[in-house]
């Protein structure tokens, strides 16, 4: 060492630094490349990134050629310092402690904190390219990578972990998934909301959005047919249920449109309507809007019938009623429905005692349970344990409200307060309508 000069050893350290810094660079770059975006680029013909899939499938290999080629480096680095140390100030104690504090400062500043740093915040860029680099040079040194990792293994097993796989399982769980959705990274606006209901359609079940028993327009066939003529004459529905003297005796599905005829000819009576009937289509209660989704899809159905474990009629679901919660409401309201609510001047907003607590908590950001009842009116009725009088006041889940009209032992009016010294109930209006259930498309 003593014939070379001594400017020739100070660049060498600094080409090993520098070098060093180039591996800390890729290490840091290839754990942290976001492997979806690697894939998605390897779909579409980067070499660059298959070749970093096939180093990240083999992670020890990876490691070990990184590991291998930064700790040669740093160590003649640091032999290279304490020769120039000798150099410029002899072999003393406080000469060669002062170089060993130089290198390790040299190597932490200019070969790891900052280029890992780089690495860290630019990774999908460097990936790639790195990994073109890291290929040929892990051919290379495949032998003293393969003889560490024989001893890498054993100390594996030694531990107990033997079972490790060369690859980390990166599968995402449906709510980690649904989290990314909802952080506003790669999603914004309607497509984030999209995504976001699609995700809910699992928790979500048909008692949630059904129309409920008391809602549904259906036809008696026991009925007179002046009767039977004037509900299908003022009927916006394209389907309706049929049954005989009880709303649970459900005998088929009439589609209005084959019954113009009919309808011309005044032939509207149950002998006539009977042979227009198509087979009721059942769901069980409870049924996830996902489920019902790939049922209705399966069964080439469009309305389903919603009946408990007793076969008691519940309520009535339509394709529409799923594909709302996806998209959201954007059919018109059926004719004589009122809108969704009716701002106060002192801030509340009076609102319709059935309308149902998703709904609520959609639009005005209350945050009304939704695990038993499924309407304002049972919400407050379960809450009391007894069916309130006009002017009753409660509070739930940090909501007021005062129940302004009561009809047939249910709750017809309820007005929302505000909470006290909260700001107003931010109601939705204009595009933005109740649902209006209809009972078919």
């Known amino acids: 060492m003593d014939v070379v000069p001594l400017s020739t050893l100070l660049i060498t350290l600094a080409v090993l630094l520098v070098v060093s810094g180039c591996f800390s660079l ?30 990240l499938a083999e992670t020890d290999k990876l490691l070990g050629v990184l590991l291998l080629g930064n700790n040669l480096i740093n160590a003649a680095a640091a032999t290279l310092t304490a020769v120039v140390t000798a150099r410029l100030f002899g072999e003393g104690k406080w000469a060669l402690a002062s170089g060993t504090l130089v290198v390790t400062f040299l ?8 280029p890992k740093v780089i690495g860290a915040n630019f990774a999908d860029r460097i990936a790639s390219p790195a990994a073109t680099i890291l290929t040929p040079l892990l051919r290379v040194t495949y032998p003293i990578v393969w003889f560490v990792n024989l001893f890498v293994q054993g100390l594996l097993r030694l531990m107990g972990l033997a079972n490790l796989g060369s690859e980390a399982d990166e599968r995402l769980t449906q709510e980690e998934v649904r989290s990314l959705v909802l952080e506003g990274q790669y999603f914004r606006g309607k497509h984030r909301a999209l995504l976001a209901n699609l995700f809910d359609l699992e928790s979500i079940t048909v008692d949630d959005v059904m129309t409920p028993r008391n809602q549904i327009h259906a036809l008696d066939l026991d009925a007179k047919p ?24 459900i005998v088929g599905i009439l589609p209005i449109k084959q019954i113009v005829a009919l309808q011309q000819a005044g032939e509207v009576d149950a002998e006539h309507l009977e042979p227009q009937l198509r087979p009721p289509y059942f769901v069980p209660a409870g049924t996830p809007l996902l489920t019902q989704l790939t049922q209705f899809q399966a069964d ?34 059926a004719p004589g429905a009122s809108d969704f609510g009716r701002r106060e001047a002192d801030g509340s907003v009076i609102v319709d005692g ?24 049972g919400l407050i009725v379960e809450h009391l344990g007894d069916i309130p009088d006009a002017g009753a006041v409660c509070e739930i889940a940090g909501q007021r409200a005062e129940v302004l009209q009561t ?28 649902s209006s ?3 078919g498309l």
Do not use: C, W
Not at 32 to 45: I, M
Not at 226 to 249: C, F, I, K, M, N
């Open 354 to 377: 059935m309308v149902a607590l998703r709904t609520l908590n959609r639009r005005l950001g209350t945050r009304f349970p939704t695990a038993g009842p499924k309407t304002l009116n």
């Open 26 to 55: 890729a290490e840091t770059a290839m754990m942290a490349v976001n492997r979806v975006r690697l894939r998605h680029r390897a779909q579409r013909g980067s070499a660059g990134a298959r070749r970093a899939l096939a180093l």
């Open 107 to 114: 190597i932490l500043v200019f070969s790891e904190i900052t």
């Open 226 to 249: 002046s009767l039977l003529r004037q509900q299908l004459a003022t009927s916006y529905h394209t389907r309706l249920p049929v049954y005989r003297g009880e709303l649970d005796d």
């Open 407 to 434: 009809v047939d032992r249910a709750i017809k009016v309820v007005r929302l307060l505000p909470p006290v010294g909260k700001p107003v109930l931010p109601l939705q209006t204009g595009g933005e309508r109740a």
């Open 437 to 439: 259930k209809r009972n």
């Open 300 to 333: 080439r159905q469009r309305l389903g019938l919603v009946v408990d474990e007793y076969g008691e009629l519940q309520g009535l679901v339509t394709i529409e009623d799923i594909i709302e919660e996806i998209i959201g409401e954007f059919t018109t309201a």
